[in-house]
Structure formats: structure tokens, C-alpha cells
């Protein structure tokens, strides 16, 4: 039977690697990591209130040792919430969009995925509408357009869409070995029997997402599967904040 998770972050913490003295040891650039990439929800907590999380447990040479209670404390402000798919400006609809339909774009799609601010997504419009690309007043959108909005968000992504990217990355490699899996299974010569087939099928099963990933590009607010952070990777070596 698979593992039952009741509290995600005592999953993580039997996970983490520790001191000998049971304690993590997290680097000075680990804090701002964290934060950059999806574990804090970013819309309820800033950075500054992070970081000040860790005020108590900071050492003279700028780490912090986390004992258990100290990581389970943390826990309101870790992110539980839905991880979509990423938004991919290069399936934006080509042709005239409004300031009406921008504003839903902007809204629903581009702020989401990066810190651009309105103003600055506002600007750069008006850029491309006086760089020609323009029609009926409307923007006038094509593939060089949606390059400099893809070119926007990669430049100045938000902590939610390193997330997304990162849990993308993940599932890109649990399909992969679901498809190696079943390319194996379907070349084996051997037939051993009904058991195995009916355990194997359950281990294929429980490598399948079992709720489906909608496009934020949809004119309807999208909605997701829920995934724990704890599968994020972590860079080796210091970070600078």
C-alpha cells in the first residue's frame, strides 16, 4: 500500500538530510531560496517576514540549525495550494487582443507567473503597438510579440512559476519511467502469471496523476493537481541572498 501523508511536513523532515546531532543545517542563500521557489506562499507571507522566521536559530557564521519543533513551526508558511501547469506564452492566441482582453491576460496569466508589474506589462504594450505591431488600436499579437512576452516572464519569473516549472520537471521524469516501465513490460518474453500482472498493473497506477492539469491560458480560472514541495531540488553549495 502506498504511504499515507498525514502531515507533509513531517515527510519532509524525516527526508532532509541532517547534522549528526539531528538538526538541519541550512546555508545562509538557502533562506531566500526557499522563498524564491515555491515553498513559502508568497501571496500571505514576504520575504522579510521569512526570513525573520529564522531570527532565533541563527548562527554566528550566518546559518541556522533547525531542530524539529523549530521546522514544524514553519509550517503556516510553507504553500499547500494547487501547482498548475506553467503558462507558455507561445500558445497565446495570434491576432488582435483588446485592452479589455489584455487585462485578462495580465490578471490571470502574466502576474501569476512573474513579478512584472502592471504598469511595466502596460508600457511594453504600448512599446509593441509603436513598434507597428498594431491594428484597429488593438495589439496585434504574433510569434515575435509572444517571444517578448515569453522573454518578460523567464526574465523576472515569480516564486510560483519556478514552482510550477520545477513540478513539471518531475512529472516529465515520473511519465518517463511510467513509459520505460510499460515499454519493458510489453517486450518481456516471459509470461509470469496473473499475481504479478495484477501487482505490477497497481505500481503502473500508482505512478499515474490521478487528477488533470488544466492551461491557465483558458478564459476560466484553471484548476490543478496538489503536490508537495518536498521533491523540489536544492542547488549544492552556498547562495548568495
Known amino acids: 500500500m502506498p504511504e499515507e501523508i498525514h502531515d507533509p511536513m513531517e515527510y519532509i523532515w524525516e527526508r532532509v538530510p541532517k547534522t549528526k546531532e539531528g538538526l538541519i543545517h541550512y546555508l545562509a542563500g538557502d ?7 515555491g515553498f513559502v506562499d508568497t501571496v500571505k507571507y514576504t520575504y522579510q517576514q521569512w526570513k525573520e522566521a529564522f531570527n532565533d536559530v541563527l548562527q554566528p557564521d550566518g546559518s541556522y540549525l533547525v531542530n524539529k519543533d523549530k521546522f514544524l513551526s514553519l509550517r503556516k508558511y510553507r504553500y499547500a495550494g494547487p501547482v498548475f501547469q506553467p503558462f507558455d506564452p507561445a500558445k497565446v492566441r495570434e491576432g488582435e487582443w483588446s485592452d479589455q482582453e489584455l487585462k485578462k491576460l495580465y490578471d490571470r496569466s502574466i502576474k501569476p507567473s512573474s513579478s512584472v508589474e502592471e504598469n511595466v506589462f502596460w508600457n511594453s504594450v504600448k512599446m509593441l503597438k509603436n513598434q507597428g505591431f498594431a491594428q484597429n488600436g488593438n495589439l496585434l499579437v504574433n510569434k515575435a510579440v509572444k517571444s517578448q512576452l515569453a ?3 523567464e526574465r523576472f519569473p515569480s516564486p510560483r512559476r519556478r514552482l510550477e516549472k520545477e513540478v513539471s520537471r518531475i512529472r516529465e521524469e ?6 520505460e ?5 510489453d517486450t518481456s518474453l516471459f509470461v509470469t502469471g496473473k499475481g504479478a500482472s495484477e501487482v505490477k498493473r497497481d505500481e503502473f497506477k500508482k505512478m499515474e496523476s490521478t487528477a488533470s492539469v488544466k492551461s491557465a491560458l483558458d478564459n476560466s480560472q484553471p484548476t490543478g493537481e496538489t503536490l508537495d514541495i518536498k521533491s523540489l531540488r536544492k542547488p549544492k553549495g552556498k547562495i548568495k541572498g
Open 31 to 37: 533562506i531566500p531560496y526557499l522563498y524564491r521557489n
Open 151 to 153: 522573454y518578460l516572464i
Open 174 to 179: 515520473r511519465d518517463a519511467q511510467l513509459r
Open 181 to 185: 516501465a510499460i515499454k519493458n513490460r
